[in-house]
């Protein structure tokens, strides 16, 4: 039986296995077995394969040749990366978004933000979605910026992994929570340049904290 609706079921299929890698359900060193997914989600390899080439593309899995799929591990190289790109477009659409931010605005923002708490708090892999929805919805009232949009929400999807890593140990969450609690505060009240030195401070400890965790693993 499919455990799946067939409408958007490429789509559906993304936001199943994205969930499953997030949570850490699948090895990183084995194949993942394509035929097994196919039959317990009650869907053909096609969609499948296309739920697996936009992983790919979203930086969440590897493809290696006569080998199969893989889970991409994470890296330092790759944490610094994006992070280093969400500094360089995040707090500048933070400030810009600031300026126009509507009581509905704020009312998307607030449910993203609680929402986001809440997983984070009971340490959640779903922390890793409502973290990059609470900060789509910091930058979303700069409606008339598309590219930006569109790029950060990119980095926000490859650094879900990454974020749900960093609130693992202990006291993270709190401190995460009163970070987006501060910049939530500035942002709601149009206090851009406030709320664009909060978004690049905490984009930068979080990247502080990964490359000191990832540099530990790797020892």
């Known amino acids: 039986m499919s455990l799946i609706a067939k409408t958007g079921l490429a789509d559906r299929i993304v936001d199943i296995l994205r969930d499953r890698i997030i ?31 936009k992983l790919e593309q979203d930086g969440l899995i590897l493809s290696e040749l006569n080998r199969g799929f893989f889970v991409k591990p994470l890296s330092i190289e ?48 779903s922390a890793g979605s409502l973290n990059r929805a609470f ?31 960093h609130l693992e140990p202990l006291g993270r969450a709190e401190r995460a929570i009163d970070e987006h609690e501060a910049l939530f505060d500035a942002w709601s009240v149009g206090r851009g340049a406030d709320a664009a030195a909060l978004s690049a401070a905490h984009i930068s400890r979080t990247l502080d904290d990964l490359n000191a965790e990832l540099q530990k693993a790797a020892r």
Request: glycine content about 4%.
């Open 23 to 53: 949570a850490g359900r699948f090895p990183l060193h084995a194949a993942i077995r394509q035929e097994a997914l196919a039959t317990e989600l009650g869907v053909s390899k096609i969609p499948l394969r296309e739920a697996f080439a």
């Open 78 to 125: 790759e944490a610094q990366d994006v992070f280093d790109l969400r500094l360089k477009v995040e707090p500048e659409a933070v400030r810009a978004a600031a300026g126009r931010v509507t009581p509905a605005d704020v009312t998307l923002a607030r449910a993203a933000l609680d929402a986001l708490n809440a997983s984070a708090a009971d340490h959640d892999a």
């Open 135 to 165: 900060h789509m919805a910091l930058i979303q009232p700069g409606g008339d910026r598309p590219v930006t949009l569109q790029m950060v929400e990119r980095l926000q999807v490859i650094a879900e992994r990454y974020v749900v890593r």
